[in-house]
């Protein structure tokens, strides 16, 4: 299973989680964001995709992030169009497309049909008041009519004490296109600074 680390800030931070090795690290360029990434980003292994996550932005804002830090992944978090994804995909033809849908215990998973040809794989968080970083976790059994054969990546206030629920979710017919396990809030000292001890308990888990 991969692991995704979002919402990182702190150059020094950065290269201390790098070391941890996830498969994904992501990087906010929303600026009502706590966590809004706006400086350099340290050499971190190849193998470590850098993730930018946009809300609402325009096509050109995206395109400029993607050559400033020459960003493998974007993860759109707003009410961005399938032509918006359809763009990117024809563009870049190597970067990973994530679109997200915010989740509550009921989902109609018919919204997702008008993606699927232009993105690699959907994201599932919370519903709450904040277009992600809401710090708690949705019913992963809302899951059981997902219809795709996309993969999909798990978030939404995933932490330590979720670590055994987890587990069983992942053993489950549920977890058959689950890509990665995305983390975020519950494992920071304050908004963008990430508690490396925490996150080497929860990968060891993995």
Same mark, same amino acid.
């Given at each position: $299973?991969?692991l995704?680390v979002?919402g $990182?800030?702190?150059?020094?931070?950065?290269?201390?989680?790098?070391?941890?090795h !996830?498969?994904?690290?992501?990087?906010?360029?929303? #600026? *009502?964001s706590?966590?809004?990434f #706006?400086?350099?980003? !340290?050499?971190? +292994? %190849?193998s470590?995709?850098?993730? =930018?996550?946009f809300?609402n932005?325009? &096509?050109? /804002?995206?395109i400029? @992030?993607?050559?400033?830090?020459q960003? *493998?992944a974007?993860q &759109?978090? =707003?009410?961005?169009?399938?032509d918006?994804?359809?763009?990117?995909n024809? *563009?870049?033809?190597?970067? %990973?497309?994530?679109?997200?849908? +915010?989740i +509550?215990?009921?989902?109609?998973? @018919?919204k997702? *049909?008008?993606y699927?040809?232009?993105?690699?794989?959907? &994201?599932?968080?919370t519903? =709450?008041?904040l !277009?992600?970083g809401?710090?708690?976790?949705? #019913?992963?059994?809302?899951? /059981?009519?997902y219809?795709? %054969?996309?993969?999909f990546? &798990?978030? =939404?206030?995933?932490g330590l004490? /979720?670590?055994?629920?987890?587990k069983?979710f992942? @053993? +489950?017919?549920?977890s058959?296109h689950c890509?990665?396990?995305?983390?975020?809030?519950?494992?920071?000292?304050e !908004?963008?600074?990430?508690?490396?001890q925490?996150?080497?308990?929860?990968?060891? %888990?993995?």
């Amino acid at each position: $299973m991969k692991l995704k680390v979002c919402g $990182m800030k702190y150059g020094e931070n950065i290269q201390a989680v790098s070391q941890l090795h !996830p498969d994904y690290m992501g990087f906010i360029f929303y #600026d *009502q964001s706590a966590r809004y990434f #706006d400086g350099d980003i !340290p050499e971190i +292994s %190849e193998s470590i995709k850098k993730v =930018g996550v946009f809300v609402n932005a325009s &096509l050109d /804002e995206i395109i400029s @992030k993607i050559n400033t830090y020459q960003l *493998q992944a974007i993860q &759109l978090h =707003g009410d961005e169009s399938p032509d918006l994804c359809k763009a990117l995909n024809h *563009q870049f033809h190597q970067l %990973e497309i994530i679109k997200v849908f +915010s989740i +509550s215990n009921q989902f109609d998973f @018919k919204k997702l *049909q008008p993606y699927e040809t232009y993105v690699d794989a959907f &994201l599932f968080d919370t519903k =709450g008041k904040l !277009p992600g970083g809401n710090g708690y976790t949705f #019913d992963w059994n809302a899951l /059981e009519g997902y219809p795709s %054969e996309k993969p999909f990546i &798990l978030s =939404g206030g995933i932490g330590l004490d /979720e670590a055994p629920q987890l587990k069983t979710f992942l @053993k +489950s017919p549920l977890s058959k296109h689950c890509l990665a396990v995305d983390v975020n809030s519950q494992f920071e000292i304050e !908004p963008g600074l990430k508690n490396v001890q925490k996150l080497k308990e929860f990968k060891s %888990e993995l």
